[in-house]
């Protein structure tokens, strides 16, 4: 009597967490599929990602290359297993860096959560207030982040590079937002355009 299996190496239903990341690569990307081990070699785009962990069969860690921007596909293969090669079309985006930013929070204040952003000509408001949870991978509550207090926030974007904030100037000097409101318990609800 002869047994015959089929080992199948794949990742498996677009579970690569982040499924984003800067084009010089380097951040840490978990990886869901079928056959990992230490054999294991991860892609992006034909190129091989560094620092594999394994975690399980199921579960490896890597380190992103660097890669041009746009989608690539994610492969996974086994020196054990030379004729299988698991593919996902897309799997991995490499967002552009950012050009510019404004920081909300600074010395002497501080922002709550960003709520809502509208961009009307070459101003963009920023709303900020009530709350969010922030998550893991795994759809895991990590932590509840919330504040009673609404600001609205204005910056001059005009030079993309150089986003300047729009400072209210008042009798007893410059403040970095324009309005500064208690909300109610439901927090933050809508900008209205």
Known sequence: MTFHSQISL?????NVHPASGPPLG???VDIYGLGFDHDTVVAFGGVTAGDLVVRNCSHVTVRAP??????VDGSVLSAKFPDETGVLQSAYFYANASTGSVGLSQEGHRSGPVAAIALKGQALF???GGG???VDVEGRELRR????????VVADVYDPVHLELI????ADGSLPYHMDV???PEGFVAMAP
């Open 26 to 28: 380097g951040n840490t």
């Open 66 to 71: 660097a890669g041009n921007f746009g989608y």
């Open 167 to 170: 400072y209210k100037e008042t």
């Open 126 to 128: 920023v709303a900020t």
């Open 182 to 184: 208690p909300l109610a």
């Open 132 to 134: 969010y949870i922030a």
């Open 145 to 152: 982040f919330s504040t009673s207090k609404g600001q609205l």
């Open 10 to 14: 794949c990742i498996c239903d677009r």
